[in-house]
């Protein structure tokens, strides 16, 4: 149910799912409250500034959907409400997500019911006001409810609005497998319809979902996993963590028992959050575990949905982890702008997406009004200033591709509207600032408000549920009230700044290290699992641990040193797991390193007007010619040469001299094109791929390659652009003749001065809508999949890695020695100075006559059955993220 904002003319399409994201209501916080102020570590602001960036925020918002409301614009709410009412229909023949559909669509007019009965009762607006609202919310509720029809009673992953489920025209119903936070991300909307009409089959259905969850919980961790069969209760994926596919289901846990007032929710998040601190916590991170063992970890990265977690211990009153991990994110955003989808526990790209996630401000929110900390006030700043140079295009935000290259998506999904501004508006916002009390309130994971009195109204449920068990848990660390911000804290201003400082540092630590967990935190008392990232083939302890584990250490004769894993030789069948598990982080960290030693992808920045470098456009690099990532970036105006192939002697010097030429590609080597434009002048070039219609949202971008021959005289920069991202730079030049661009290894930053001098003081529709729609936005190159940029596709092209039997292998160099690119083998080298693997994929030569002999690089890497079910986990969880926005 993700949306995209805008209108025509844009980059991106008109957004005609958004009208239940207008009823959404401006944000509240329960629990905490800013009773004092610190000046822990930052000057505090003044209340001029802090006004300042509020109405930076209302600005930003505006330009995103000039006719969403709420951020205390009241007239605009009501005429959102008589919209909805108007144009939306639910009654109709599409497949939605149960979980998206509930959080986006009953939420958001469960608090847009909320908003307008408290604004009726001031007496003002909404007047005419009658529960219209209300009525769509609880028509919505029972189309929704067909979807618990399980034997479990957790509901399926989808439903037809119009048909329900199992019908042959649903075509819907047969899905077995559901997220936990799909099925534990219910009771808050829910409860609420129940209490506010009267009819409490709603809360009930929502309850058994969650009674079912906490049952299925494994016993000896009271952890869940993220994947649960809804027919039969057993656990599909059974790692866990905070992140993608389980975070709001506690986050739900902890605000139901705050809407609802129901001491078993609280239980049960005690419980689970005693967990999470026991294994996941490894702070400053947040790593996901397997349920079954839950000391060894699950994987090496960790995605942007955590970001929520700080905020949510804020209200457990767990304040020094929810620091730490928040001042971890906040170095990793100082990094790369923007926090990516996901990130390796040493700080690198794992994912290089960022659909504009709300979660880290969501969290910066909750932690200064726990500790009243001006810092965080200056981490809002900050996030204001990225959105506004990165993700600002003529018509709204756009999604970043990859937040390496500054490139776009052509998207804008409702939680940036419903989530991201609310709390930005409000971290600036002091009391006076708000048109009523938000304290009164609890924010939905969606932001929508949901009002406090609902837990003394139309209360029918018993505050015990009879039908778990509870006398097993240890309820000595629970707190059975909100925490009070007076005692959160030591008498010690500093004491926030305190907990950040040793963190400053973290992301951009020489030689990064994960954190490994220490003896004294194992029951057993026995050293941590072999991680790969420590293995080194020249200490005897690691070669022992390997034996242990039931893998071989063969030497090959090309001095390469090849590991090969027979579960039947394990010392135990917990070795043979963790052995299993080495080689799988093993293949792992060889994708996660390799794409260090390639040429990564390039930026064509659109500089002139009416664009000001709005535009961004991934391009793939060149093996020869200047060198972007080493050398200034490369400015100026772009021309067509002639002939457009570049293929033999420009007969328009005069055209190209001092300028960036646009050369075709085909008919000829990439070098004899760089060649011949240089001769005649040329600072720079630009191949634009001659297949039409071709994008790299379909096919991965390449590294040009040499001609075979020394290339050493070519000194200009020259990138690769796909035709659709080519044609933006044509229709530019169409429209408006001279088009300035800068070639860069990253996009730069907007000269705001500049653009307000260089735009004219008047335009007319035509020539905003023409700006608009050449916004185009670039593809991203996800360098874990595609690995790099060679003349052919990059895509990953799985091969056996030649184990013996159906054991597992890999290959290990203890030299910096490159393997023969003929062979197939996965080969890894020891760095000298780093303990670090430092692995190197190499894959046969393959020619295509178009243009020059060349080299595919990407990953060659096929693991046995059962490693590889394990590898597309990561694939599984982030097509997770794309269509459920969890």
Same mark, same amino acid.
């Given at each position: 149910?993700?949306?995209?904002?805008?209108?025509?003319?844009?980059?991106?399409?008109?957004?005609?799912?958004?009208?239940?994201?207008?009823?959404?209501?401006?944000?509240?916080?329960?629990?905490?409250?800013?009773?004092?102020?610190?000046?822990?570590? %930052?000057?505090?602001?003044?209340?001029?500034?802090?006004?300042?960036?509020?109405?930076?925020?209302?600005?930003?918002?505006?330009?995103?959907?000039?006719?969403?409301?709420?951020?205390?614009?009241?007239?605009?709410?009501?005429?959102?409400?008589?919209?909805?009412?108007?144009?939306?229909?639910?009654?109709?023949?599409?497949?939605?997500?149960?979980?998206?559909?509930?959080?986006?669509?009953?939420?958001?007019?469960?608090?847009?019911?909320?908003?307008?009965?408290?604004?009726?009762?001031?007496?003002?607006?909404?007047?005419?006001?009658?529960?219209?609202?209300?009525?769509?919310?609880?028509?919505?509720?029972?189309?929704?409810?067909?979807?618990?029809? =399980?034997?479990?009673?957790?509901?399926?992953?989808?439903?037809?609005?119009?048909?329900?489920?199992?019908?042959?025209?649903?075509?819907?119903?047969?899905?077995?497998?559901?997220?936990?936070?799909?099925?534990?991300?219910?009771?808050?909307?829910?409860?609420?319809?129940?209490?506010?009409?009267?009819?409490?089959?709603?809360?009930?259905?929502?309850?058994?979902?969650?009674?079912?969850?906490?049952?299925?919980?494994?016993?000896?961790?009271?952890?869940?996993?993220?994947?649960?069969?809804?027919?039969?209760?057993?656990?599909?994926?059974?790692?866990?963590?905070?992140?993608?596919?389980?975070?709001?289901?506690?986050?739900?846990?902890?605000? %139901?028992?705050?809407?609802?007032?129901?001491?078993?929710?609280?239980?049960?998040?005690?419980?689970?959050?005693?967990?999470?601190?026991?294994?996941?916590?490894?702070?400053?991170?947040?790593?996901?575990?397997?349920?079954?063992?839950?000391?060894?970890?699950?994987?090496?990265?960790?995605?942007?949905?955590?970001?929520?977690?700080?905020?949510?211990?804020?209200?457990?009153?767990?304040?020094?982890?929810?620091?730490?991990?928040?001042?971890?994110?906040?170095?990793?955003?100082?990094?790369?702008?923007?926090?990516?989808?996901?990130? =390796?526990?040493?700080?690198?790209?794992?994912?290089?997406?960022?659909?504009?996630?709300?979660?880290?401000?969501?969290?910066?929110?909750?932690?200064?009004?726990?500790?009243?900390?001006?810092?965080?006030?200056?981490?809002?700043?900050?996030?204001?200033?990225?959105?506004?140079?990165?993700?600002?295009?003529?018509?709204?935000?756009?999604?970043?591709?990859?937040?390496?290259?500054?490139?776009?998506?052509?998207?804008?999904?409702?939680?940036?509207?419903?989530?991201?501004?609310?709390?930005?508006?409000?971290?600036?916002?002091?009391?006076?600032?708000?048109?009523?009390?938000?304290?009164?309130?609890?924010?939905?994971?969606?932001?929508?408000?949901?009002?406090?009195?609902?837990?003394?109204?139309?209360?029918?449920?018993?505050?015990?549920?009879?039908?778990?068990?509870?006398?097993?848990?240890?309820?000595?660390?629970?707190?059975?009230?909100?925490?009070?911000?007076?005692?959160?804290?030591?008498?010690?201003?500093?004491?926030?700044?305190?907990?950040?400082?040793?963190?400053?540092?973290?992301?951009?630590?020489?030689?990064?290290?994960?954190?490994?967990?220490?003896?004294?935190?194992?029951?057993?008392?026995?050293?941590?699992?072999?991680?790969?990232?420590?293995?080194?083939?020249?200490?005897?302890?690691?070669?022992?641990?390997?034996?242990?584990?039931?893998?071989?250490?063969?030497?090959?004769?090309?001095?390469?040193?090849?590991?090969?894993?027979?579960?039947?030789?394990?010392?135990?069948?917990?070795?043979?797991?963790?052995?299993?598990?080495?080689?799988?982080?093993?293949?792992?960290?060889?994708?996660?390193?390799?794409?260090?030693?390639?040429?990564?992808?390039? %930026?064509?920045?659109?500089?002139?007007?009416?664009?000001?470098?709005?535009?961004?456009?991934?391009?793939?690099?060149?093996?020869?010619?200047?060198?972007?990532?080493?050398?200034?970036?490369?400015?100026?105006?772009?021309?067509?040469?002639?002939?457009?192939?570049?293929?033999?002697?420009?007969?328009?010097?005069?055209?190209?001299?001092?300028?960036?030429?646009?050369?075709?590609?085909?008919?000829?080597?990439?070098?004899?094109?760089?060649?011949?434009?240089?001769?005649?002048?040329?600072?720079?070039?630009?191949?634009?791929?001659?297949?039409?219609?071709?994008?790299?949202?379909?096919?991965?971008?390449?590294?040009?390659?040499?001609?075979?021959?020394?290339?050493?005289?070519?000194?200009?920069?020259?990138?690769?652009?796909?035709?659709?991202?080519?044609?933006?730079?044509?229709?530019?030049?169409?429209?408006?003749?001279?088009?300035?661009?800068?070639?860069?290894?990253?996009?730069?930053?907007?000269?705001?001065?500049?653009?307000?001098?260089?735009?004219?003081?008047?335009?007319?529709?035509?020539?905003?809508?023409? %700006?608009?729609?050449?916004?185009?936005?670039?593809?991203?190159?996800?360098?874990?999949?595609?690995?790099?940029?060679?003349?052919?596709?990059?895509?990953?092209?799985?091969?056996?890695?030649?184990?013996?039997?159906?054991?597992?292998?890999?290959?290990?160099?203890?030299?910096?020695?490159?393997?023969?690119?003929?062979?197939?083998?996965?080969?890894?080298?020891?760095?000298?100075?780093?303990?670090?693997?430092?692995?190197?994929?190499?894959?046969?030569?393959?020619?295509?006559?178009?243009?020059?002999?060349?080299?595919?690089?990407?990953?060659?890497?096929?693991?046995?059955?059962?490693?590889?079910?394990?590898?597309?986990?990561?694939?599984?969880?982030?097509?997770?993220?794309?269509?459920?926005?969890?």
């Amino acid at each position: 149910m993700s949306e995209a904002g805008g209108g025509p003319g844009c980059g991106f399409p008109v957004p005609q799912r958004a009208p239940w994201s207008l009823v959404a209501a401006t944000a509240a916080l329960c629990l905490v409250s800013a009773t004092s102020v610190w000046t822990a570590g %930052a000057a505090p602001m003044s209340r001029e500034e802090k006004q300042k960036l509020g109405n930076q925020v209302l600005e930003m918002f505006d330009h995103a959907y000039g006719n969403y409301m709420v951020l205390n614009k009241t007239k605009e709410f009501e005429d959102a409400v008589r919209k909805v009412l108007r144009d939306v229909n639910l009654d109709n023949d599409v497949v939605v997500s149960v979980f998206e559909t509930n959080i986006r669509v009953l939420g958001g007019l469960l608090g847009g019911h909320s908003l307008a009965i408290m604004l009726k009762e001031k007496g003002e607006y909404m007047q005419w006001y009658n529960d219209e609202l209300l009525q769509m919310a609880k028509q919505l509720g029972y189309k929704l409810l067909p979807a618990f029809n =399980t034997t479990s009673g957790l509901p399926y992953p989808r439903i037809n609005l119009k048909f329900g489920i199992r019908k042959p025209e649903a075509r819907t119903g047969t899905e077995t497998d559901t997220c936990t936070a799909c099925a534990g991300t219910l009771i808050l909307e829910f409860a609420a319809l129940s209490r506010f009409t009267g009819a409490t089959i709603f809360e009930e259905y929502a309850r058994k979902a969650l009674d079912f969850l906490w049952e299925k919980r494994q016993r000896s961790s009271n952890l869940v996993g993220v994947t649960i069969n809804i027919h039969t209760g057993d656990w599909v994926r059974k790692d866990s963590g905070v992140g993608a596919g389980i975070d709001s289901y506690y986050e739900y846990l902890l605000k %139901a028992y705050v809407l609802l007032g129901d001491d078993s929710f609280l239980e049960r998040f005690n419980t689970h959050y005693d967990a999470i601190m026991r294994y996941i916590s490894q702070p400053p991170l947040l790593l996901d575990v397997h349920i079954h063992k839950p000391m060894l970890n699950a994987r090496t990265w960790m995605d942007a949905l955590l970001a929520f977690f700080p905020g949510l211990q804020v209200l457990k009153g767990d304040i020094r982890p929810a620091i730490e991990t928040h001042e971890m994110l906040y170095q990793v955003i100082k990094k790369h702008n923007f926090l990516p989808e996901a990130f =390796t526990t040493d700080f690198r790209v794992h994912w290089a997406q960022h659909p504009l996630r709300p979660e880290f401000a969501e969290s910066t929110y909750f932690l200064y009004k726990a500790t009243g900390d001006p810092y965080y006030l200056e981490v809002g700043k900050t996030l204001i200033e990225n959105l506004n140079k990165y993700a600002r295009v003529p018509c709204g935000f756009a999604a970043m591709k990859d937040v390496r290259t500054g490139s776009h998506e052509d998207r804008m999904d409702s939680f940036f509207l419903a989530e991201m501004f609310k709390y930005l508006y409000l971290l600036f916002a002091d009391k006076e600032d708000i048109i009523f009390d938000i304290e009164d309130y609890i924010f939905t994971t969606e932001a929508h408000l949901l009002p406090l009195w609902l837990s003394t109204t139309n209360q029918s449920m018993s505050k015990k549920n009879t039908t778990s068990e509870y006398t097993e848990l240890d309820d000595s660390n629970f707190d059975w009230t909100c925490p009070n911000t007076q005692i959160l804290f030591p008498n010690d201003p500093l004491y926030a700044q305190s907990i950040r400082e040793p963190l400053k540092n973290v992301v951009d630590k020489s030689c990064p290290r994960g954190i490994i967990r220490v003896e004294e935190s194992f029951r057993s008392g026995a050293k941590p699992p072999l991680r790969a990232r420590d293995f080194m083939a020249t200490n005897p302890e690691h070669l022992e641990i390997l034996k242990k584990m039931g893998v071989s250490l063969i030497h090959l004769k090309d001095g390469r040193v090849q590991l090969v894993q027979h579960a039947i030789q394990a010392a135990s069948s917990i070795d043979a797991e963790d052995g299993l598990r080495f080689m799988q982080e093993m293949i792992e960290l060889s994708s996660q390193q390799q794409k260090e030693q390639q040429l990564p992808p390039r %930026a064509v920045q659109i500089v002139s007007h009416p664009f000001f470098g709005r535009v961004v456009l991934t391009a793939g690099p060149a093996q020869f010619g200047l060198d972007l990532s080493k050398h200034k970036e490369t400015r100026g105006f772009v021309a067509s040469s002639k002939p457009y192939n570049g293929c033999s002697e420009l007969t328009n010097p005069e055209a190209v001299m001092g300028k960036i030429a646009l050369i075709q590609r085909g008919q000829c080597m990439f070098a004899e094109k760089a060649r011949n434009i240089q001769n005649a002048g040329a600072i720079g070039g630009i191949v634009i791929d001659d297949n039409e219609g071709s994008s790299s949202d379909t096919a991965p971008l390449f590294q040009m390659a040499g001609d075979g021959k020394d290339t050493d005289d070519i000194k200009i920069p020259m990138l690769f652009l796909f035709s659709k991202e080519g044609s933006i730079i044509l229709d530019a030049i169409r429209e408006y003749e001279e088009v300035e661009v800068l070639l860069s290894d990253k996009a730069k930053d907007r000269d705001p001065e500049m653009e307000n001098e260089e735009q004219p003081s008047s335009e007319n529709d035509s020539q905003n809508q023409s %700006a608009e729609q050449m916004t185009s936005i670039s593809q991203e190159i996800d360098l874990i999949d595609q690995e790099s940029l060679e003349e052919t596709s990059l895509n990953s092209h799985p091969e056996s890695l030649s184990p013996a039997d159906t054991d597992n292998a890999a290959s290990v160099s203890p030299s910096e020695q490159n393997s023969n690119p003929a062979e197939n083998h996965e080969t890894t080298s020891l760095d000298g100075e780093c303990t670090d693997l430092d692995n190197q994929l190499q894959e046969q030569s393959e020619t295509e006559e178009d243009s020059s002999p060349n080299v595919s690089w990407g990953k060659k890497v096929q693991p046995i059955d059962s490693i590889l079910a394990d590898w597309n986990e990561d694939i599984e969880a982030f097509e997770m993220m794309e269509k459920d926005e969890l």
